[in-house]
């Protein structure tokens, strides 16, 4: 699941500024988000982008397929990625319709216990 720097830069740099696009390295693959929703994935140099009825409006006749073994089906993006304007406009209708990410929690400190002499 490895992926070149080089795609993955391609493909943040082709989606516009509008989508605050950002990414992080995980379990061998890339995972993009925009505004912090979790929008697709990059995975032996391919992009996967979440399914959403949005997006399948957009685009149309979809292919769908797993991002790695035992994932559930993404989009999976070919020759689109070259298109700049039609990506951004993707990563956006994808993000508008996903849920906020939800708060984690944070973690309640362990009681010590004090020992007495």
Not at 45 to 57: C, E, I, Y
Request: glycine letters at 8%.
């Amino acid at each position: 699941m490895a992926n070149d720097p080089d795609f993955i830069n391609y493909v943040c740099d082709q989606v516009g500024d509008r989508c605050e696009l950002s990414f992080r390295h995980m379990f061998g693959g890339t995972t993009l988000y925009s505004r912090g929703k979790v929008v697709a994935l990059i995975c032996d140099n391919q992009l996967f982008v979440k399914p959403t009825n949005a997006g399948r409006s957009y685009i149309g006749e979809v292919t769908e397929a797993p991002a790695y073994e035992g994932a559930k089906n993404f989009f999976l993006i070919g020759d689109e990625i070259d298109d700049g304007e039609w990506l951004t406009e993707l990563i956006a209708i994808t993000e508008h319709e996903l849920p906020r990410p939800k708060p984690k929690r944070q973690k309640k400190k362990a009681k010590q216990e004090v020992s007495e002499p």
